[in-house]
């Protein structure tokens, strides 16, 4: 392919790039060339990739058209590579936060963050039958246990019941990989105990969880979404942030539905269904943790956990209608997780509130019992979302260019929302430029690849590809493409792009921009068949926000459970 070759981009030093509104960089649009795929044509294009003959020039064509050989193959990048990014940890500055002791337990640490939290009213379950529409939170369960109003025990036989009658639907909503109806109910009887014994371990006791079947959690067994992973990595016990909700009293209600091996934002599993969208259960709910996001956006869990190596938790969250949250890389521990891209996935939360990612997150954070770390490890900090002081002269970032090149709905909807945040909290916006964007997705595209690619190489010398849903061995065959020097320049560009971002955040507290830019797409039947550095406490303060001011636009889904309701 020597005559062939595509010239590369050289790319001039990070500190003579300019940033400001009036930058000339120009801004590259995403030019993917990937159509969305199934049935007879996913097959035909997965035979191609796997010939001899044919197979290299594919996937040759394949990087040149979608510009990898210009931005990282044949590329000039003078900085050196990161290859994990683990941040120096520095004293930050932000407002209206605790700072928490890192040798607290999960439960002592779940109670620190409800004493973060407003107060919330008293009142009885029947107060909110007839006003307008709500997912229950974890306040509302720990307070209708307490209250005696309901015992975990019923809530569980409710979730049970909820979700066999989703999976008789015309259309089933395929929430789950796995549940097992003895194993809740175990957890709930022992739960009830507690209560009626006057001891709930924290307010997470008795409060149904439900986990993305990328995260070990027994009794089940970990797929991956796949009919075969689970079969070569057995699931041994739980992962360290499924343990540490266990600790805590919640009930581990079953493993979520995700696209096979994360591969695609969609969600669609050939395998096991696709997870709907409770709003529209023709459309997608997004990946690839989309039965987490399903589960908590129809009601029956006020929050669930995902894992997101480019958007796995955040896009299926935003598609759903409720909050997706990704930590820092190294806030919450990886053990138990299936390694599929160590340097990129992180345990996240799906929640319907930004008070019960919260909650969430303060049970699972913190490092590992055993580990040692060679540098200190990063202060914990939580958010006084009770201060009657908002945090103030916030200020936003904000590239035009990228952030309007959305659908049209999306940008009004997201241009809207931040007018009102600086009218509301007399914030400002920032105008700034943050060049090469293209080239940080690409980068990124070839690093979670390969990482998944060299996981599961072992796999595939055994098994072959037959057991691949057809999207997924697609995507693994692309993978499974890229090379050591790719791997190599795209670890540079990772460390470029950090110092750019560094210099971005010099000048911003946040970066804002739509988390989509379309909306949920519709299910096709050919897809059925083939299938800030560590400163989340500043990140919430502003969801909070955010969510204050749109609270009375929360729209019921079609598909919804009120599985603590009154019947």
């Known amino acids: 392919m020597g005559l062939l070759r595509a010239a590369g981009v050289v790319y001039k030093p990070v500190e003579q790039l300019d940033l400001g509104p009036d930058s000339n960089e120009i801004y590259v649009e995403a030019d993917i060339k990937a159509p969305r795929m199934g049935g007879l044509l996913a097959k035909i294009f997965a035979w191609i990739l796997e010939s001899r003959i044919f197979g290299a020039l594919a996937f040759y064509i394949l990087k040149r058209l979608n510009r990898v050989h210009k931005f990282i193959s044949n590329a000039t990048v003078e900085e050196p590579p990161m290859f994990v990014p683990l941040h120096p940890y520095v004293d930050l500055d932000e407002q209206e936060v605790i700072e928490i002791d890192s040798d607290a337990s999960p439960a002592e640490r779940v109670q620190q963050a409800m004493n973060?939290?407003?107060?919330?009213?008293?009142?009885?379950?029947?107060?909110?039958?007839?006003?307008?529409?709500?997912?229950?939170?974890?306040?509302?369960?720990?307070?209708?246990?307490?209250?005696?109003?309901?015992?975990?025990?019923?809530?569980?036989?409710?979730?049970?019941?909820?979700?066999?009658?989703?999976?008789?639907?015309?259309?089933?909503?395929?929430?789950?990989?796995?549940?097992?109806?003895?194993?809740?109910?175990?957890?709930?009887?022992?739960?009830?105990?507690?209560?009626?014994?006057?001891?709930?371990?924290?307010?997470?006791?008795?409060?149904?969880?439900?986990?993305?079947?990328?995260?070990?959690?027994?009794?089940?067994?970990?797929?991956?979404?796949?009919?075969?992973?689970?079969?070569?990595?057995?699931?041994?016990?739980?992962?360290?942030?499924?343990?540490?909700?266990?600790?805590?009293?919640?009930?581990?209600?079953?493993?979520?539905?995700?696209?096979?091996?994360?591969?695609?934002?969609?969600?669609?599993?050939?395998?096991?269904?696709?997870?709907?969208?409770?709003?529209?259960?023709?459309?997608?709910?997004?990946?690839?943790?989309?039965?987490?996001?399903?589960?908590?956006?129809?009601?029956?869990?006020?929050?669930?956990?995902?894992?997101?190596?480019?958007?796995?938790?955040?896009?299926?969250?935003?598609?759903?209608?409720?909050?997706?949250?990704?930590?820092?890389?190294?806030?919450?521990?990886?053990?138990?997780?299936?390694?599929?891209?160590?340097?990129?996935?992180?345990?996240?939360?799906?929640?319907?509130?930004?008070?019960?990612?919260?909650?969430?997150?303060?049970?699972?954070?913190?490092?590992?019992?055993?580990?040692?770390?060679?540098?200190?490890?990063?202060?914990?900090?939580?958010?006084?979302?009770?201060?009657?002081?908002?945090?103030?002269?916030?200020?936003?970032?904000?590239?035009?260019?990228?952030?309007?090149?959305?659908?049209?709905?999306?940008?009004?909807?997201?241009?809207?929302?931040?007018?009102?945040?600086?009218?509301?909290?007399?914030?400002?916006?920032?105008?700034?430029?943050?060049?090469?964007l293209e080239v940080m997705r690409l980068a990124h595209y070839v690093t979670i690849g390969s990482e998944c690619s060299t996981a599961l190489s072992s796999h595939l010398e055994n098994l072959g590809r037959s057991e691949f849903g057809w999207d997924a061995r697609v995507v693994v065959d692309i993978y499974g493409a890229f090379n050591s020097n790719e791997y190599i320049k795209a670890q540079k560009l990772r460390y470029r792009h950090m110092q750019i971002h560094n210099k971005i955040f010099a000048k911003a507290d946040v970066i804002v921009t739509p988390t989509t830019g379309m909306t949920a797409y519709s299910i096709s039947k050919n897809a059925l068949k083939t299938g800030k550095p560590w400163s989340e406490p500043t990140l919430m303060h502003l969801a909070f926000a955010m969510q204050a001011l749109c609270i009375t636009d929360y729209r019921k889904p079609k598909v919804f459970y009120d599985i603590l309701g009154k019947k």
Request: charged residues 20%.
């Open 116 to 436: 973060c939290l407003p107060l919330t009213s008293e009142n009885s379950l029947d107060a909110f039958k007839f006003s307008c529409f709500r997912r229950w939170t974890i306040a509302d369960y720990s307070r209708a246990y307490r209250n005696g109003e309901i015992t975990p025990l019923k809530i569980a036989e409710r979730f049970i019941d909820a979700v066999h009658e989703s999976s008789s639907r015309p259309l089933s909503i395929a929430f789950f990989i796995n549940y097992d109806a003895e194993d809740i109910l175990r957890q709930a009887t022992e739960s009830t105990l507690r209560y009626e014994r006057g001891a709930p371990i924290s307010a997470l006791d008795g409060v149904p969880i439900a986990v993305k079947d990328e995260i070990d959690c027994s009794p089940y067994p970990t797929t991956g979404g796949t009919k075969w992973l689970h079969k070569v990595r057995p699931c041994t016990g739980d992962a360290c942030c499924v343990a540490r909700l266990r600790s805590c009293g919640a009930i581990l209600v079953g493993k979520t539905n995700m696209h096979e091996l994360g591969a695609t934002p969609s969600g669609i599993n050939p395998h096991y269904g696709p997870p709907r969208n409770p709003y529209d259960p023709s459309r997608i709910s997004g990946g690839s943790s989309s039965g987490s996001a399903a589960v908590v956006c129809a009601g029956l869990c006020p929050a669930a956990l995902g894992v997101d190596g480019g958007g796995s938790v955040r896009m299926p969250a935003s598609l759903s209608g409720v909050v997706g949250f990704k930590p820092t890389f190294g806030r919450i521990p990886h053990s138990g997780v299936l390694p599929l891209n160590w340097t990129v996935g992180m345990v996240g939360v799906l929640a319907g509130t930004l008070e019960d990612a919260f909650i969430v997150y303060a049970a699972i954070s913190g490092h590992l019992p055993s580990h040692e770390p060679t540098t200190l490890p990063p202060k914990i900090h939580f958010p006084l979302l009770n201060s009657t002081n908002p945090i103030s002269n916030i200020k936003l970032a904000i590239y035009g260019e990228w952030f309007n090149d959305c659908n049209e709905e999306i940008r009004l909807c997201c241009s809207n929302a931040v007018q009102l945040l600086c009218e509301r909290y007399n914030w400002k916006t920032v105008e700034v430029t943050i060049p090469e």
